[in-house]
């Protein structure tokens, strides 16, 4: 089940962040995130009361959804989750007037790329050098968002 993210979540957050990703969020940053009512911070629990398995982060910039942020546990994978928050996500979005949304994914992650291209994103430009630690271009990928 989806939900949006409460304060006691932003640790759990973290964490699953850290497994998941290069540039892992800190715990505060969650934390701002799930407090600024411009964002939204959605994740998927199996059940009520349980630990987060995922989360996305969304920012609203006008009729602009831009994902900041997504991970699933890694032995969650493949199951669906970060499928379901994508559609949570937008749906969030279409809510608030919305009409694309967008993201950022390493030219170097294969696998994401894929994903995003199989649940509609299209590949929108490149970001030279966006990424760090390890270095790496951004694949800018875009989707509309309808009714």
Partial sequence: MTEH???????TLARIDEVSNAGAWSENAFYESVMNPSYAVIVYRDEEGEEPAGFIVCEFQGDLLAIDEI???????RCGIASALLNV????????????????????NAAAIAFYDNVGFQA??????????PPDDAIVMMKKLTQ
């Fill in 71 to 77: 991970a699933v546990l890694p032995a969650r994978r």
């Fill in 5 to 11: 993210a409460c304060l006691g979540d932003c640790r």
């Fill in 124 to 133: 929108a430009g490149v970001r030279k050098g966006l990424y760090k630690d």
């Fill in 89 to 108: 996500a937008a749906a969030e979005g279409i809510r608030r007037n919305c009409k694309e949304i967008t993201l950022e994914v390493r030219s170097g």
